[in-house]
């Protein structure tokens, strides 16, 4: 898939150092794009913009600190002058029961996995060229509600509402805001704490397609959101999980 119109564009992504992120990353600067992604794993962060070169940069960043999240898109903006898409992609999904859920894991969990997307869409607005995109993450369990995930369950929920009335209020800026809400991905982390043969077997049955989602494969969609190919879509969400929820 080639993209000419992302070709010296400037992007952003939060949580690009592994997994979907750093697929996403990987997708961009694949076509010409220049990606600053931040991520708190400062390791794999800086071991990936190493590989880019000058068309990669990295800041360590914890997202659930305002402050730094406003120094890094500050900086960002000011370096590039301008941004052409943001994607929120960072979030962490713990499984915990409702018993073993305080109230201040929960309040953590909204700090990075939705009030974070609030703040760097705030922040990065400032910078957004008009035509751009605004690309946030949520979850097929949104749809599926497993149990002992409610606190993250809830924060995609609320991504979701988020995309919504940020459509709204941005358009009239033509710029688009719309969800990715991807399947089980098999990224390294979830095969190496999730998922066993007996999750594929589950997985291949639920989808109407069998064959299990990789991470370049969520980083496609992506890409097409910030495309001029996505033009008339916005507000929208795209569930990208080989059909394992549809209706």
């Not at 990669?56 to 898109?73: D, G, T």
């Not at 999904?93 to 969990?109: E, F, Q």
């Not at 369950?153 to 990715?180: M, W």
Request: with cysteine; proline share 4%.
């Amino acid at each position: 898939m080639i993209l000419p119109e992302l070709k010296g564009s400037n992007v952003l992504v939060t949580g690009g150092a592994n997994g979907i992120g750093a697929a996403i990353v990987r997708g961009f600067h694949a076509q010409g794009a220049r990606v600053c992604f931040c991520d708190c794993d400062a390791r794999a962060g800086q071991a990936l913009a190493r590989d880019f070169g000058k068309r990669a940069l990295f800041h360590p960043v914890n997202l659930a600190e305002e402050s730094e999240i406003v120094r890094w898109i500050d900086d960002v903006g000011r370096r590039a002058g301008r941004v052409h898409t943001l994607v929120n992609n960072a979030a962490r999904d713990p499984r915990l029961s409702l018993g073993r859920t305080s109230a201040a894991a929960w309040d953590d969990l909204f700090a990075t996995n939705l009030r974070a997307y609030f703040l760097t869409v705030r922040e990065a607005v400032h910078w957004l060229a008009p035509g751009g995109a605004i690309i946030n993450l949520a979850s097929i369990t949104f749809h599926q509600g497993p149990a002992r995930m409610a606190a993250y369950v809830a924060t995609k929920g609320g991504v979701l509402g988020l995309t919504r009335s940020l459509a709204r209020e941005l358009g009239p800026r033509r710029i688009r805001v719309n969800t990715v809400s991807p399947g089980w991905v098999m990224t390294a982390r979830q095969l190496r704490e999730y998922v066993t043969p007996a999750t594929k077997k589950m997985i291949r049955r639920a989808q109407c397609i069998a064959d299990l989602i990789q991470p370049e494969e969520i980083a496609d969609v992506v890409l097409f959101l910030a495309s001029d190919a996505s033009q008339a879509i916005t507000g929208q969400e795209l569930l990208v999980d080989r059909g394992w929820y549809h209706s």
